[in-house]
C-alpha cells in the first residue's frame, strides 16, 4: 500500500511514476509528482519505481488569479 | 455599530476592533483579488494596499468581480478602490497601480501584517515570497485553474512555493489550457480572506497544509507538506 495525496492507493511490484500517473487519470499536461518529498522529473515517470510504503504528492500545476 | 451586526458573534466586537487596526497587502486585483478586497473590505480591516498594474480586458469579465463593460480600459486598482469606499468607507485605501517586482516589493509590503497573494503569473509569485520572508510578513497564497483552486499560508521563511512551482521559469500552469472560472476564483478567493482574517486575529488556520478545491468533482482536500 502506498499513500497518494494523504489517501491509501494499493501498490505493485514494478509500479513506476508513469504507471500511478494512468491509473489515477491524472491526465492534465501540468503535474508535479513529488515522492517521499523528493521531487520527480517528467522525464523520470518511466523509469521512477515506486516503492510500497511510499508516500506520493502529485499536485497542478497551477497559478491563475 | 449597525453595520457589523451580522458579523456577531462569529466576529465579536472585540475582534471587529482588532481587526479596524490591521492593514493589508492583496496584490492582483484580478479575480482572486476582487473578492478578497470584497471579503475584506465588508469586515473592515482597517487598511488595504491594493496593487495591480493592469487595465480591465473584456475577457476579465467572465470571473472579475471589479470588472464590468462600463470600466474596460481602466485601472483594476481604481476600480478597487471605489468598491471599497462605496461598501465601507471606514476602510482606508492604498491604491498602488504597478506590478509587484523585486524593485517594488518590499515597500509594498511594508507595514502590512499579512500579503494576500493574488497574481496570476508564477514569477512575480516567487518575488512576493521572498520579499514576505524578508520582511516577516505572512502570505496568503490562492492559484486557480478551470474548476481547480489551492490555497495556502507560507510564514515568513517557509518555502512553500518551491514545492508548487519547481520550475521558475515556467510563467503559467493548468490555466494557460483550462481558464478560469468565476466560481473557482470567488470560492478560492473567499477562503484566501478567511484564512487572512484568522491570521489577523490569531485564530488557527492553515499551516504546512495545501487546501485544493476540485469544483469538478466536488472535493475539498487538505494535503501534508511538512
Redesign the interface.
Known sequence: MIKV??EDYPWHPGMTVRNLLDEKQFT???I?V?VNGE?VSEEDYDKWLIQDGDDV?V??????? | MERYLRNHDAISESEQAILATKRVLVVGCGGLGGMVIECLARISVGYLRVVDGDVFEESNLNRQLLSSTMNLGRPKVLAAQQRIMAVNPLVEVDAVQADLAAENAMELLAGCDVAVDCLDNIPARLVLQQAAKVAGVTVVHGAVAGWLGRICVIQPGEDLLSLLYPNPEEAQGEERQRGTLSFTAALTASWQAAETVKLLLGKPGLQGEILEVDLLQAIVRKLKIS
Open positions: 495525496n494523504t492534465f499536461r501540468h508535479i513529488r521531487f504528492l499536485l497542478h500545476l497551477m497559478a491563475g488569479g
